[in-house]
């Protein structure tokens, strides 16, 4: 049933998008390819944070990594992007397993800063690492992907590649969701000790939640990469993550529909408000701040005041009770 | 048969002894309770006993293997259950959903086969009208019901209860008697139950253990607990004068 | 050996000024439960009280640095009242975010008023220097080491010697007794942001002649404070100072002895290494409970 509301939505993301490629003009498209690779990896976090409870502020050096990773395959071995996208993912999933045993046994504001510096320290490599990474130059001229001999390379062929890449994540993050896995990832944040009372190994299931939501960033740095074409550090700085979390709390942490509300708001955002020139920022800063002290379920919570509370608004509140 | 083996089990915090040489032991499909004023060291043995706690000497076994450095998530696999004092359930997951994770303990069942053994145990624990709500909206005594089933689904052997009477009303108190004793009957498993209810221990317990500043002073049938001066003098007195009544 | 001495001065210099950037982290942390990742704004927001005071109001420099800290202090109380206040009941990443997402703001508004284009505050020591063992040394560093010697001293003071800190430390180790000890907790704990803005503010005006005041400067002095507060040892005021000093030097010695570029990654390098091995840094609070 669930599952089906599911296919529901992915059907619903396909119809919009195919709906918006034809009305919006192309740099609007543009913005919205860019949120749909944001919303991958804001699924992706949603599992490390939203299921499991791990605060990262490192998020973007996975999707950063898998950018490099496919950049670097592409453009200096030749390797079609088909080839390079499971190569990077896979490396960068494995990255994250081999940084995730000592980090996860670190909780709350330790793991923050770790994460944070682990970013920090992506960031300082990537920019100064000439021969591999052209350090603040970054990498150009990645190819993009290909159909057929047909390069995805304009914004409105690339948004089907997007939409189907969206669809893709949002049927397997369900699935997820509802299955042992996804009980197992969520009642390891509710009560890690209660956790491990029901048999399950609770370290290494961290370092699988991790790992996971390094994959879905790796993903999306490799779509990121083949739509912008051209990569540099500062693209995956920190503050990027910090971004990609306020996507996740502003749109509902904890939900799949939260994360690609919060993505897509959060990438438009900046545009509705262009006519406020540089105080943008700030007012920015502001709106996230006011969301958290007065919404703190996100977007989705506002459900609640259209319709009677729905399932998935009563779990983020009963999640957002409990937390200590 | 034994089914859990603690020996020589000791535990010290800095200068406080919490527990001191304690052996234990369980049978299968026997009810076990341990008593003793606050402070005895009833919560740290069953700690040893999971795994929240490294004891300083001494071993547990479980079915005749040492589990004395195993995680805790391994010996809960073995056939050890256990409920925590205050009650711990999963808040962002629905009463069945909670009970599902403890059924996925058994590797092999499939999506289907989970919810289905898992519905089983929420029947038999009285919980069917409930499966689907939210945790957040029970009352305290069922959310100790939903951990109780979510231990049950565990599959254990033994089945490890801290003061799972504790806060609720005396009409859940009853409930819960018949529930424990439906259980062990349906599973054949044992029971290992620390309480202050006394009239609730004397009904359910086989054997007594009892504890005081961290040893063991008395072990025996209800009966011999309940004629035994030393347990008297350390415990029983107004608690089980108040029982009685 | 002259030009070692030189850049260990330096190192303790800067070091100074993470330490007390630091030590303003940890005690609004101690105090509140809050970990700000506001605070390298606060020591922008102490850098450009000094240029709107020295330099756009052409205040004497006595009364441009009270000044100075005057409006940290009252930054302090605002940031207590708008941005503390409304989030003492949220969850841990709740404030997380919000102190991140304020930092923002801060930022941005910084760039509003006074531009991208960075300004320099002069020292009232400008260009005076002086020789020691073959080293020429600024006057200014030494004064910062001084400063913040002094700064260090008088919150220990403060803190161990005066109602006022023996109350905080107390609402520090447990809120519910100390309220019932009869000591007014919400003045206690605004109290602690506005020591730990004064405290921001200081490592600001002294970092001003340092480098130049640019409205981007927060976000690596909050990196290299973290890392202090790491290394140090999560919630240790001693451990801020060794912490701040320690990624002072290794960033100075380690920019000319090791590499330039990876200058950074030594500082947190280390910070990374001392998580994986000893989490509660030198000085620390034991983790199992925190966090």
């Given at each position: 049933m669930r599952i089906l509301r599911s296919f529901g939505l992915a059907l619903c993301i396909l119809a919009a998008g195919g709906v918006l490629s034809l009305v919006l003009p192309e740099y609007h498209l543009r913005l919205l390819n860019l949120s749909v690779v944001a919303s991958i990896a804001v699924i992706g976090l949603n599992i490390a944070f939203g299921y499991v409870g791990l605060i990262s502020l490192g998020h973007a050096a996975f999707v950063g990594l898998g950018a490099y990773i496919m950049a670097i395959s592409t453009t200096r071995l030749g390797l079609s992007p088909w080839l390079a996208m499971p190569a990077a993912v896979a490396a960068t999933a494995a990255f994250a397993v081999a940084i995730g045993l000592p980090l996860l046994r670190l909780k709350g504001h330790y793991l923050a800063l770790a994460t944070l510096g682990l970013n920090v320290s992506f960031v300082i490599v990537a920019s100064n690492w000439l021969e591999m990474t052209g350090g603040t130059?970054?990498?150009?001229?990645?190819?993009?992907?290909?159909?057929?001999?047909?390069?995805?390379?304009?914004?409105?062929?690339?948004?089907?590649?997007?939409?189907?890449?969206?669809?893709?994540v949002v049927v397997v993050a369900t699935l997820l969701h509802h299955s042992r896995y996804g009980r197992a990832l969520i009642s390891v944040r509710d009560d890690e000790l209660a956790a491990e009372m029901t048999g399950i190994d609770t370290t290494r299931l961290k370092i699988m939640g991790f790992a996971f939501s390094a994959a879905y960033a790796a993903f999306a740095g490799c779509l990121?990469?083949?739509?912008?074409?051209?990569?540099?550090?500062?693209?995956?700085?920190?503050?990027?993550?910090?971004?990609?979390?306020?996507?996740?709390?502003?749109?509902?942490?904890?939900?799949?529909?939260?994360?690609?509300?919060?993505?897509?708001?959060?990438?438009?955002?900046?545009?509705?408000?262009?006519?406020?020139?540089?105080?943008?920022?700030?007012?920015?800063?502001?709106?996230?701040?006011?969301?958290?002290?007065?919404?703190?379920?996100?977007?989705?919570?506002?459900?609640?005041?259209?319709?009677?509370?729905?399932?998935?608004?009563?779990?983020?509140?009963a999640a957002a009770e409990v937390r200590p | 048969?034994?089914?859990?083996?603690?020996?020589?089990?000791?535990?010290?915090?800095?200068?406080?002894?919490?527990?001191?040489?304690?052996?234990?032991?369980?049978?299968?499909?026997?009810?076990?309770?341990?008593?003793?004023?606050?402070?005895?060291?009833?919560?740290?043995?069953?700690?040893?006993?999971?795994?929240?706690?490294?004891?300083?000497?001494?071993?547990?076994?479980?079915?005749?293997?040492?589990?004395?450095?195993?995680?805790?998530?391994?010996?809960?696999?073995?056939?050890?259950?256990?409920?925590?004092?205050?009650?711990r359930t999963f808040p962002r997951l629905t009463v069945l959903e909670n009970v599902m994770v403890g059924a996925a303990i058994c590797p092999t069942l499939g999506e289907r086969a989970l919810r289905e053994s898992a519905l089983q145990i929420i029947e038999?624990?009285?919980?069917?009208d409930i499966a689907d709500n939210a945790i957040r909206t029970l009352s305290y005594g069922h959310r100790r019901m939903v951990e109780l089933a979510r231990a049950v689904a565990c599959n254990p052997k033994v089945l490890l209860l801290d003061e799972p009477a504790a806060g609720l009303n005396s009409a859940e108190v009853a409930q819960l008697v018949k529930r424990l004793a439906h259980l062990r009957e349906k599973h054949q498993l044992a029971v290992?139950?620390?309480?202050?209810?006394?009239?609730?221990?004397?009904?359910?317990?086989?054997?007594?253990?009892?504890?005081?500043?961290?040893?063991?002073?008395?072990?025996?049938?209800?009966?011999?607990?309940?004629?035994?001066?030393?347990?008297?003098?350390?415990?029983?007195?107004?608690?089980?004068?108040?029982?009685?009544? | 050996m002259a030009d070692f001495f030189q850049l260990a001065i330096n190192g303790f210099a800067i070091g100074g000024v993470y330490a007390l950037a630091a030590i303003g982290f940890v005690i609004v942390y101690e105090a509140t439960g809050v970990v700000n990742f506001a605070a390298g704004q606060?020591?922008?927001?102490?850098?450009?009280?000094?240029?709107?005071?020295?330099?756009?109001?052409?205040?004497?420099?006595?009364?441009?640095?009270?000044?100075?800290?005057?409006?940290?202090?009252?930054?302090?109380?605002?940031?207590?009242?708008?941005?503390?206040?409304?989030?003492?009941?949220?969850?841990?990443?709740?404030?997380?975010?919000?102190?991140?997402?304020?930092?923002?703001?801060?930022?941005?508004?910084?760039?509003?008023?006074?531009?991208?284009?960075?300004?320099?505050?002069?020292?009232?020591?400008?260009?005076?220097?002086?020789?020691?063992?073959?080293?020429?040394?600024?006057?200014?560093?030494?004064?910062?080491?001084?400063?913040?010697?002094?700064?260090?001293?008088?919150?220990?003071?403060?803190?161990?010697?005066?109602s006022f800190g023996i109350g905080m430390r107390a609402v520090a180790q447990d809120v519910q007794a100390a309220r019932l000890m009869g000591l007014k907790v919400g003045r206690v704990l605004a109290m602690s942001w506005v020591l730990g803005a004064l405290l921001a503010g200081a490592a600001g005006l002294l970092l001003g002649p340092m480098w130049f005041a640019d409205v981007n400067m927060g976000d690596p002095v909050a990196l290299k404070a973290f890392a202090a507060t790491i290394i140090g040892g999560f919630g240790s005021l001693p451990g801020a100072v060794v912490g701040g000093i320690f990624v002072g030097l290794s960033e100075v010695l380690g920019a000319s002895y090791i590499s330039s570029a990876y200058k950074d990654l030594i500082s947190f390098g280390i910070m990374i290494g001392f998580l994986f091995v000893r989490p509660q840094g030198m000085f620390g609070e034991k983790i199992q409970d925190r966090g």
């Open positions: 130059n970054g990498i150009a001229q990645i190819p993009s992907f290909s159909i057929l001999h047909h390069a995805i390379s304009d914004e409105r062929s690339f948004l089907w590649l997007a939409l189907v890449s969206l669809t893709l990121f990469a083949s739509h912008v074409r051209f990569i540099s550090p500062e693209d995956f700085s920190y503050a990027h993550s910090i971004n990609y979390l306020a996507m996740l709390i502003v749109g509902g942490e904890g939900t799949i529909v939260g994360a690609i509300l919060g993505s897509v708001l959060l990438t438009f955002l900046p545009e509705w408000l262009r006519f406020l020139g540089n105080a943008y920022l700030a007012l920015f800063g502001l709106l996230v701040f006011l969301v958290l002290v007065f919404l703190p379920t996100g977007i989705v919570g506002l459900r609640k005041f259209v319709r009677g509370p729905s399932r998935v608004d009563r779990s983020v509140q | 048969m034994t089914i859990l083996d603690a020996r020589n089990i000791s535990k010290r915090y800095g200068g406080l002894a919490a527990l001191t040489d304690v052996d234990m032991t369980v049978s299968a499909g026997e009810f076990v309770a341990i008593i003793g004023p606050n402070g005895a060291g009833k919560s740290t043995l069953l700690n040893v006993f999971t795994g929240l706690v490294v004891p300083d000497s001494g071993a547990v076994l479980l079915a005749g293997n040492d589990v004395t450095r195993h995680a805790t998530n391994r010996r809960i696999k073995a056939g050890l259950g256990r409920t925590f004092q205050h009650g038999q624990m009285g919980l069917a290992v139950l620390i309480e202050h209810n006394m009239g609730m221990v004397m009904r359910l317990a086989e054997r007594i253990v009892v504890l005081n500043f961290g040893s063991k002073i008395a072990e025996g049938a209800p009966a011999e607990i309940q004629a035994n001066p030393a347990v008297l003098s350390a415990y029983l007195g107004e608690g089980y004068a108040h029982a009685r009544v | 606060f020591v922008m927001f102490g850098t450009f009280a000094g240029v709107a005071a020295l330099v756009n109001a052409q205040l004497p420099w006595p009364i441009a640095y009270a000044a100075a800290l005057f409006a940290m202090a009252a930054f302090g109380v605002l940031f207590f009242l708008l941005v503390y206040w409304p989030l003492k009941l949220s969850p841990a990443v709740t404030v997380i975010i919000g102190t991140v997402a304020i930092s923002i703001t801060m930022q941005n508004a910084a760039l509003l008023v006074f531009g991208s284009w960075p300004v320099r505050i002069p020292s009232p020591l400008e260009g005076m220097t002086v020789e020691v063992g073959g080293a020429v040394v600024s006057v200014h560093a030494l004064l910062t080491m001084a400063i913040t010697a002094l700064l260090v001293g008088g919150l220990w003071f403060l803190l161990h010697r005066t």
